[in-house]
């Protein structure tokens, strides 16, 4: 079975520039989570989305990120415009969600990540 | 006071040995917590994850969970260098169904 998949893998951009992640989850997992990750310390979650509707998007800075899952599969995280303090690693993950009953809609799986260093 | 804390190492075992990590949450309400492990420069992978009180144990990880002290472990027995790697306590709320709360991290290192 495919894991979660991202793409770049790695972007360097200049700052005030616009950058774009793009997220495929497993098969059949409805769940889809867009977590940031600094050096040293435990993924934050930005968005979640039940299939198509962002549920958890609390922790998004809205003035420049931007979400979406137009069909309930892949994902696309937009930065615009980017700033210095946003290099970081963006992670994808998925799960199967209310599918998966109780407690397992918690267990999640991560794609490799995006590095994005901001110059 | 942070969601979720975890001992901040770095922690130094020699191979064969046990190790253990630690962690303690602030939401008496959390249900499920799992137990992430990252390597450098990679993403994290689920290794364990327990949802009631006691032990539970999968090869050579056990995971230990006491929700009344509100404190999860996890042994790893006769570490291995491969077993080398950051190891990420992860709570979910009960209140915010869907939603991971993650510690920073331990770093541990299996010495030959």
């Known amino acids: 079975e495919a894991g979660v998949v991202q793409s770049p893998r790695y972007k360097i951009i200049e700052k005030k520039q616009p950058v774009a992640f793009w997220c495929n989850p497993i098969s059949g997992h409805n769940t889809l989570y867009w977590y940031l990750q600094n050096l040293g310390q435990g993924p934050e979650l930005l968005i979640r989305?039940?299939?198509?509707?962002?549920?958890?998007d609390s922790q998004l800075p809205k003035d420049r990120f931007s979400a979406e899952r137009l069909k309930g599969v892949d994902s696309t995280l937009k930065i615009q415009p980017a700033e210095l303090g946003d290099s970081a690693v963006y992670l994808c993950a998925s799960s199967l969600g209310l599918a998966g009953g109780g407690a397992s809609y918690n267990e999640q799986f991560f794609g490799p990540g995006t590095r994005l260093t901001v110059l | 006071q942070k969601e979720v804390e975890q001992n901040s190492g770095p922690l130094s075992v020699p191979e064969g040995a046990i190790a253990s990590l630690n962690c303690t949450y602030s939401d008496r309400g959390s249900q499920s917590f799992f137990w992430y492990r990252q390597y450098s420069g990679k993403s994290p992978e689920l290794i364990m994850f327990i949802y009631s009180n006691g032990d539970k144990e999968d090869g050579r990880f056990t995971a230990q969970l006491n929700k009344a002290s509100q404190y999860v472990s996890l042994l790893i027995r006769d570490s291995q260098p491969s077993d080398s790697a950051t190891y990420l306590c992860?709570?979910?709320?009960?209140?915010?169904?869907?939603?991971?709360?993650f510690g920073r991290g331990t770093q541990l290192t299996v010495w030959p």
């Open positions: 992860a709570v979910g709320r009960g209140s915010t169904l869907g939603r991971l709360y």
């Open positions: 989305y039940e299939n198509e509707e962002a549920v958890d």
